[in-house]
C-alpha cells in the first residue's frame, strides 16, 4: 500500500464567494438562488472529506491539517502590488478584484492556506515523505494570472507550489496535468515560456475560458513545445478520456520525462456536473490516475480544482485516492448505471477517436 497523504482544513471550506446565481452576477433579471453564492462553493470538497471518513478510507490515508503558504511563497508568482490589494481589500470586508472572483472578508489568508496546502503536497512527495498527496484545496488555482484573480481563482496554487519545489531544488523538472474541464489559463500562462515546466490542459472546448485553451498555443521561446492542449467537444465520456490519456497525455509525460506530475484535479468532467457538458463517471478518474501512475512509479500530487456537483464529485474523489492509496476501501457509485448507461455510443466513439487521431497529428 501506498503512503498516501490527505491534506486538508476546514477553513477552506468558509471562503465565500457572494451574490452569483452560478455564472451570472444576481440583479437585473437574475433572481437569488436558494443556495446562494457561487457555484464554487464548500460544499462539493467538505463532502469528499466527510465520504472518505464515512467509509474508513482516511484509515488507509496520511491526515494532514494545512498550513498557509508564506508571503516569500506567494511572491514567487504574484506580484507583491497584486498581493497588497488582494489583502488589503480581504481586510475591509472583500469584494472582486478580476472577473468572477468575489470573496469576503478574510479571503487572502484562507486563499494562502489553500497554495500552503499544495506546497505540503509536493515538498511531501518530492521529499519522499508520502509516494503521493492529495491537497483539497480552495480556493481553486489554475485561472489565475500573477496579477488578476480569474473563475473563482484567487491565487495560482499550483505555480506557487511548483516554484517553491524548483526554488528550493528539490524538483528539476515538473509535468503539470490540468484535468479540470476547464482550460487551465492561469497556469499556462504562468509556464508559457518555461522548458522546466510541462503544462497540459485537456479540457471541454471554449468552455472557460472562451478564448484560450486552444491546440496551436503550444509555448514560446524555451517553452515552445512544454505547452500541451488538448481541447475536446461536449459529450466526451469515459471512453474519449482515456484514449486522449493514453495517445497523447502519457506519451508527452514520457517524452518530458519530469522529476514530478501534479494533477490540477477537477471533477468537472463528471457527466453531472453543472458547468460543463462532458460525461466522465468516477471510473474515468480512477482510471486516468492509474494510467499516471504506472509512468510515474506512483509518484503523484494532486491538487483540487473545480467540480460543482455536490452529488458526485465525492465519488469522483473517492475513486481516484483509492487508487493513489491502493485501498480496497471503495464507495459504491451511486450513479454508476446511471451514467454508464448515458456514455457515447460506437459511433460518437470513433467521431472522437478521429478529433483525437486530429490532435495527435498538431500536438505529438
Ligand atoms: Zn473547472
Not at 490515508?61 to 480581504?90: N, Q
Not at 499556462?188 to 490542459?201: G, H, N, P
Request: charged residues 20%; aromatic residues 8%; contains cysteine.
Amino acid at each position: 500500500m501506498s503512503k498516501t497523504a490527505f491534506i486538508s482544513h476546514e477553513k477552506c471550506f468558509w471562503h465565500f464567494g457572494g451574490n452569483y446565481a452560478l455564472l451570472a452576477p444576481v440583479g437585473g433579471l437574475v433572481q437569488p438562488m436558494v443556495a446562494g453564492g457561487l457555484p464554487e462553493a464548500p460544499e462539493t470538497k467538505r463532502r469528499l472529506k466527510n465520504l472518505i471518513e464515512v467509509t474508513g478510507l482516511e484509515r488507509d490515508l496520511e491526515m494532514v491539517t494545512g498550513i498557509p503558504a508564506t508571503m516569500d511563497d506567494l511572491r514567487r508568482v504574484h506580484p507583491a502590488s497584486y498581493l497588497k490589494k488582494f489583502k488589503d481589500l480581504s481586510d475591509n470586508g472583500g469584494g472582486e478584484l478580476g472577473l468572477r472572483t468575489p470573496f469576503g472578508p478574510g479571503a487572502f489568508e484562507i486563499a494562502a492556506l489553500s497554495a500552503g496546502m499544495v506546497i505540503q503536497a509536493v515538498e511531501g512527495v518530492a521529499k519522499g515523505t508520502y509516494d503521493n498527496a492529495y491537497a483539497l484545496s480552495r480556493p481553486p488555482g489554475h485561472h489565475c494570472l500573477p496579477d488578476w484573480p480569474n473563475g473563482f481563482c484567487l491565487l495560482a496554487n499550483v505555480a506557487i507550489a511548483v516554484e517553491k519545489a524548483i526554488a528550493d531544488g528539490l524538483v528539476g523538472k515538473v509535468a503539470i496535468l490540468d484535468w479540470d474541464v476547464h482550460h487551465g489559463n492561469g497556469t499556462e500562462a504562468i509556464f508559457y515560456d518555461r522548458a522546466d515546466v510541462l503544462t497540459i490542459s485537456i479540457h471541454q472546448d471554449r468552455c472557460y475560458p472562451q478564448d484560450t485553451g486552444a491546440a496551436a498555443d503550444q509555448g514560446t521561446g524555451a517553452g515552445l513545445g512544454a505547452n500541451m492542449n488538448i481541447p475536446l467537444p461536449p459529450g466526451c465520456g469515459h471512453n474519449a478520456y482515456i484514449e486522449a490519456t493514453e495517445r497523447l497525455i502519457v506519451p508527452k509525460i514520457q517524452d518530458f520525462a519530469p522529476d514530478l506530475v501534479v494533477v490540477a484535479c477537477g471533477f468537472d468532467a463528471g457527466g453531472f456536473d453543472p458547468l460543463a457538458r462532458m460525461m466522465c463517471s468516477a471510473e474515468t478518474y480512477r482510471e486516468m490516475t492509474k494510467r499516471i501512475m504506472d509512468i510515474t512509479d506512483g509518484k503523484l500530487v494532486a491538487a483540487h480544482e473545480g467540480g460543482y456537483s455536490e452529488l458526485y464529485v465525492p465519488f469522483c474523489g473517492h475513486a481516484m485516492l483509492e487508487q493513489m492509496a491502493g485501498s480496497t476501501i471503495s464507495a459504491d457509485d451511486p450513479l454508476k448505471q446511471r451514467i454508464d448507461g448515458q456514455q457515447p455510443d460506437a459511433r460518437v466513439d470513433a467521431f472522437h477517436s478521429e478529433i483525437i487521431s486530429e490532435l495527435a497529428d498538431i500536438l505529438l
